[in-house]
């Protein structure tokens, strides 16, 4: 147990859903990062927050929306999704930024599958 | 922009013998940290290893020992006496801070220790 909690573990939706994956820490930190981990494919970073402001967005489709209400909880809003959404949703937290040596925390993730 | 190579996506290794994970990575930042994380089956990804460019020695933790050639941009991990308990996916990532922490990844081996 790494001290970051994702829930649900897994889901299953369809197409026309709204669905939302929750992330919490307990470790103080205030640098919180969503992942899409594909089979076959590198770590995706998704969304960075920093202190509750969103510092990074990799060019991800809007039919994700992240929110992040504090720094201890970090959420990832879902709809509309497609097929080729389906993976494994990892959550991180760190230490704030320009900590380069500093470790990143996961969660276990979310596997979703889009139907 | 970093890049991060794992040229051998699984890998196998009788219980008690060494084994060691190739990685390769790309990168214009003059300082930058590396890192092992390990995925075993349960999904969370948690830290192996850790290493700083700047400094020559390989950074060791137990079993765990790194071979850092910053030259040739070469970051293998060592595994000594291997334990089924090391059955698990393993990436190699980078992180050179800069205005965001962001650790890039590579696509992952997967070890597999056979008693």
């Known amino acids: 147990e790494t001290g970051v909690t994702q829930t649900p573990r897994h889901l299953v939706m369809g197409m026309t859903n709204k669905k939302s994956l929750k992330c919490e820490q307990h470790?103080?930190?205030?640098?919180m990062y969503w992942y899409k981990q594909s089979a076959k494919k590198p770590l995706e970073l998704m969304f960075v927050?920093?202190?509750?402001?969103?510092?990074e967005n990799n060019s991800v489709p809007s039919r994700f929306s992240p929110e992040c209400p504090n720094s201890s909880h970090l959420f990832l809003h879902l709809h509309t999704l497609q097929p080729e959404d389906s993976a494994l949703y990892l959550c991180?937290?760190?230490?704030?930024?320009?900590?380069?040596?500093?470790?990143?925390?996961f969660g276990q993730g979310t596997r979703l599958t889009v139907v | 922009a970093q890049t991060v190579t794992q040229s051998q996506p699984e890998m196998s290794v009788q219980e008690a013998e060494t084994v060691t994970l190739s990685c390769t990575y790309d990168?214009?930042?003059?300082?930058?940290?590396l890192f092992w994380y390990k995925q075993p089956p349960s999904r969370q990804m948690i830290l192996v290893i850790r290493?700083?460019?700047?400094?020559?020695q390989n950074a060791t933790e137990n079993r765990f020992s790194v071979n850092f050639q910053k030259a040739a941009k070469s970051f293998s991990l060592k595994i000594s006496d291997s334990q089924l308990g090391d059955t698990a996916m393993y990436f190699c990532?980078?992180?050179?801070?800069?205005?965001?922490?962001?650790?890039?990844f590579g696509k992952g081996t997967l070890l597999t220790v056979n008693p």
């Open positions: 991180a937290s760190s230490q704030a930024r320009r900590v380069m040596n500093t470790e990143a925390f």
């Open positions: 470790l103080g930190h205030n640098a």
């Open positions: 927050y920093n202190f509750k402001e969103q510092t």
């Open positions: 990168t214009s930042e003059s300082n930058y940290y």
């Open positions: 290493q700083e460019a700047y400094k020559q």
């Open positions: 990532a980078s992180n050179s801070g800069g205005s965001n922490y962001k650790l890039t």
